[in-house]
């Protein structure tokens, strides 16, 4: 079989696995991207992959450090303003967007995750907001610490 995003996060565990690894005080490291075109050459994919390898290198060197972390499901719906028009471009309403991050972080929350650090690659503005509205509402409204770290080419 082929590469899947799948590999080696939270999707490929078992829930026991999981609920052991947050009660040991494991964090969440969550990608995101979005499929969306990046040119006749390339799949739809590099948002994600890139992400959830960025992520994955950071869980190894966390747990050199004794800090156990999980790498939640990929997440890879958004907001594609800028290339919606090219065939593959999947876009998502902004209502649609806030809600998922929202409803992702309160899963977590439920399960007793203290800290979630969303990585999202992609660089459409909108997007970008409305990922940032959505962390902020589910610190505020549920309380649980939520972050996202901003590559260096996007901040």
């Not at 979005?34 to 992520?55: F, K, N, Q, R, W």
Request: a neutral charge.
């Amino acid at each position: 079989m082929g590469h899947s995003i799948f590999d080696d996060t939270m999707v490929a565990m078992n829930w026991v696995e999981i609920e052991k690894a947050i009660k040991a005080g494991a964090i969440v490291l969550l990608p995101s991207g979005v499929l969306e075109e990046h040119g006749p050459h390339m799949s739809l994919a590099p948002d994600i992959y890139y992400s959830c390898t960025v992520l994955k290198l950071v869980r190894v060197h966390l747990e050199a450090k004794g800090i156990q972390s999980l790498i939640g499901p990929p997440y890879y719906w958004g907001i594609n303003n800028v290339t919606a028009s090219f065939p593959g471009s999947f876009t998502v309403r902004k209502e649609t967007l806030k809600a998922m991050v929202f409803d992702i972080l309160s899963s977590f929350q439920r399960w007793g995750v203290n800290y979630v650090f969303v990585l999202d690659v992609h660089g459409d503005r909108n997007h970008r907001n409305t990922l940032l509205e959505a962390i902020r509402e589910a610190r505020i409204g549920m309380g649980i610490r939520a972050y996202s770290i901003l590559p260096f080419e996007v901040a």
